[in-house]
């Protein structure tokens, strides 16, 4: 049987509107190069550049070596939630019990939850343009309509309270927000949290506010939304500050009313988490495990300070500093118009690869790019190095 007379199938409608995640595409080609005998500068992935830290490490061992591994509850083990509440409570003063954290399959888990439990077919959901691709390709999945605002550098590319009240229309249900954000790496100021929230809440709506770079800030402290309410979903993520991307671990506070919904949606879509991953987890807490990630945060901060001005040094203008995650968005706009077709040049003709804005969103995506800097800086160096042979630059 040929594929011409192959039975086609249904496919369902969403799948039109759910777009490739082409930071994927390129880093799938990157590798491939490499196995080719190339050297890739990789400066597209957002992903932590050191190991686990070491205690972490050994707790996952000693959870193979000394248990059964098994099934756990559906919203994490008591001890891992209770360790999150203890968490806000000593780095945030914020009074969150055990009873509302959902420990997830990575912040992804929690992301399809929150919009699971939230949405109904049609509803809206206000985020930024740009802002994470997936957050929108979430909302499609649970039938709901991602409505992205754009932003720009006057207001750090965030949304503001009077974005989200101009923009509130009368099918939109929730306002999604990141701080620190990706692609941009900025904040939203703890003062102009709380008013997006109380215009949220004013026209009864829901705050999803994405946490997930909270530990990686650079000068500016990043507040959490629980300080100030109990009403909002926060979501975060074993993966950036804990450096455990490949472990899938993430976790979620819910409202007290929606957790039962939470969990009866995590029984049926995931059963439970990786036990491993959670009995490793328990460790991320520990002085050991903190004082490793205050020195890759610090690491962090060196890197950014040099790749910074090395960009606007090669022409990109890039208006805000990122004062957090370990992202810099560029715009390209003096370079290219053609944000994709200059990332595929780059990294077959240079061997650097970064992100094109087409991911982020539609508002100048053409014209910007994303460079990830968790690399050491001799690394960051040769990327610059190769961009600016790349452009002839002298």
């Excluded at 490949?246 to 049926?268: D, F, T």
């Excluded at 879509?269 to 460790?283: D, P, T, V």
């Excluded at 790749?307 to 290219?336: E, H, K, M, W």
């Amino acid at each position: 049987m040929n594929d011409a007379t192959m039975h086609v199938g249904p496919l369902a409608g969403r799948m039109a509107q759910i777009e490739p995640f082409h930071v994927v595409v390129l880093v799938t080609r990157a590798k491939e190069l490499e196995a080719q005998g190339r050297d890739i500068v990789n400066m597209v992935i957002g992903e932590p550049d050191f190991p686990t830290p070491q205690p972490i490490l050994d707790a996952g061992i000693a959870a193979l070596q000394t248990r059964q591994v098994r099934y756990t509850p559906s919203l994490g083990t008591p001890a891992l939630r209770q360790a999150l509440s203890d968490w806000y409570r000593t780095r945030y003063g914020a009074q969150v019990p055990a009873s509302r954290i959902a420990v997830t399959s990575g912040s992804s888990g929690a992301l399809l939850l929150t919009m699971g439990v939230l949405l109904s077919p049609g509803d809206e959901v206000l985020m930024p343009d740009p802002a994470y691709p997936c957050n929108r390709h979430f909302t499609r999945a649970m039938e709901g309509r991602a409505v992205g605002v754009p932003v720009g550098p006057d207001t750090g590319y965030q949304l503001t309270a009077e974005l989200v009240a101009r923009h509130w229309g009368p099918h939109t249900v929730a306002a999604m927000v990141a701080t620190p954000s990706n692609p941009t790496g900025t904040l939203i100021p703890p003062q102009e949290l709380q008013r997006i929230h109380e215009v949220v809440r004013a026209r009864g709506g829901v705050l999803i506010v994405d946490e997930i770079y909270h530990g990686l800030t650079y000068g500016d402290e990043a507040h959490s939304a629980l300080e100030f309410t109990d009403d909002v979903f926060v979501i975060n993520s074993f993966s950036k500050y804990f450096c455990m991307t490949g472990w899938r671990l993430g976790w979620m506070v819910v409202p007290h009313r929606y957790v039962a919904h939470v969990e009866k949606l995590a029984q049926n879509l995931f059963i439970s988490n990786s036990e491993i991953a959670m009995q490793a987890a328990l460790a991320a807490f520990t002085p050991a495990t903190l004082t490793a990630c205050e020195a890759n945060r610090l690491r962090f901060q060196a890197q950014r300070d040099y790749l910074l001005p090395a960009l606007r040094d090669l022409g990109f203008d890039i208006p805000v500093t990122p004062q957090g995650a370990f992202y810099i968005y560029a715009n390209c706009s003096r370079i290219t118009r053609d944000s994709y077709g200059f990332c595929v040049d780059l990294l077959e003709r240079a061997g650097v690869a970064v992100a094109p804005g087409i991911d982020f969103g539609d508002n100048g995506a053409a014209e910007h790019v994303r460079f990830s800097y968790p690399k050491p800086v001799p690394v960051l160096q040769e990327g610059v190095r190769r961009i600016r042979e790349y452009l002839g630059k002298k």
